[in-house]
Each structure stands twice: as C-alpha cells, then as structure tokens.
C-alpha cells in the first residue's frame, strides 16, 4: 500500500505558508536593498554598448563565436553558449521586419551561424539562422 498523496494546498494556503497572507499582502523581496545596476548610469552604459556594438571582428566559416555583453538580441545561442560561423555574407541580408519600432528592422544580416536548440522537442538539432556580426565576439574558454 503506498502512501496517501497530500491533498493539493490553494494558492491562499500556499502563499499562508510561506507567510504572505492579505494582512500583508508585500512579497519579501520587497524588504531587499536594491541591487547596484550597470545602468545606474545611463550614458556611460550606452557609450559602452555603443562602443561594443561598433567595434567589429573579422571572421570566417568554422569560426566559434558568441555573444558580446549586452548586445544579445536573439534566442539563441544563450549567453554563455558558442556558435559556429556557417558562412560571411559578401553583402549583408536586411531583415524586412517592416514596423520601425521593432529591434530587427533593418538589421544587417551579415553571418549565418549553426546553433543547437537548446530546449523544446527539437533540442539538440543544429540549425542555421542569420546574426549581425557587430553583436559577436570570437568564443573563448572563459564564456562557459
């Protein structure tokens, strides 16, 4: 015979037992310190990733690259994680999103990148997607 399941507990009871209730309705978070952000200051963050952004590198198929600090803007490769140079484009694609207010529009597509789906039923499968090179810095060790 194995033993009794517990019952399920309510959303009230859980957030109960962990000490919130509507007499107190604030998380705990709530009594942290702010933590210190890089973009306390703005405009010497924004030169920096500007800085970053502009500072380009050459590469070449069979080069393993990843993420530039902050200047990530896809799904994938995650921080942390490489990529493959698959192929250098002679003449960058533009990405024909047409709304102006969006972060790809108009983003010159210059590398075609392998990557591995990281999560999903297609996890593991390599696939071939196009990046903009100026976000990319050649991988070492220390990324991951």
């Not at 859980?14 to 007499?23: N, R, T, V």
């Not at 970053?52 to 050459?58: F, G, V, W």
């Not at 493959?84 to 102006?100: G, H, Q, R």
Request: charged share 30%.
């Amino acid at each position: 015979m194995s033993p009794k399941k517990p019952s399920p507990l309510s959303s009230r009871e859980l957030l109960a037992k962990i000490g919130i209730d509507e007499s107190s309705p604030e998380t705990l978070l709530f009594d942290d310190e702010p933590l210190d952000s890089p973009l306390d200051d703005l405009a010497t963050a924004l030169r920096a990733r500007f800085a970053s952004l502009n500072c380009r590198q050459a590469f070449q198929a069979g080069d393993v690259v990843g993420w530039k600090v902050g200047l990530k803007n896809r799904r994938w490769p995650t921080y942390g994680k490489p990529a493959i140079v698959v192929e250098v484009l002679d003449s960058p694609v533009f990405d024909t999103e047409k709304d102006s207010g969006d972060a790809y529009f108009r983003e010159p597509l210059d590398l075609a990148l392998g990557v591995f789906i990281e999560e999903g039923p297609h996890r593991g499968d390599f696939v071939v997607w196009h990046f903009d090179s100026r976000r990319l810095q050649a991988w070492t060790s220390e990324e991951n």
